[in-house]
């Protein structure tokens, strides 16, 4: 049985982490009014998720991801890393080919967080 998923990201900077998302991937955002913190709903084309502030200080960045690492499917992988990096994102692990299934790659936000993309190809190799 798949089990829905919700996602969550963590900011030290609430607002600069919404422009990112926004720019990069054009999410929607609103706040969640009624809780405890400030936490801001994200609407997306996939899962639903939620931006907050980071309750502690990241930890530092060695190798790999910091957390659970959360990829987001695109249409056109070039176009999306573009877009990022435009937003202020870094290139963690550049395009790869997952052969016979799609094209991956890593990214990291302006708040340190690891994330991913993938557009599927079965021609990927």
Known sequence: MNAPAY??????DVKRAIAFYTSAFGWKFARADGLPIEYWRIETEGPRGGVLQRPAPAPKLERGAN?????MEVKDF???AKKIAGAGGLTAMPKF???GVCWHG???DP???TFGVFQPDPNAK
């Open 97 to 99: 080919p997952v052969p």
């Open 111 to 113: 708040e340190g967080n």
């Open 7 to 12: 996602f969550e990201i963590q900011a030290a």
């Open 106 to 108: 890593y990214f990291v």
């Open 67 to 71: 957390a659970f690492v959360c990829s």
């Open 78 to 80: 070039d176009a999306t």
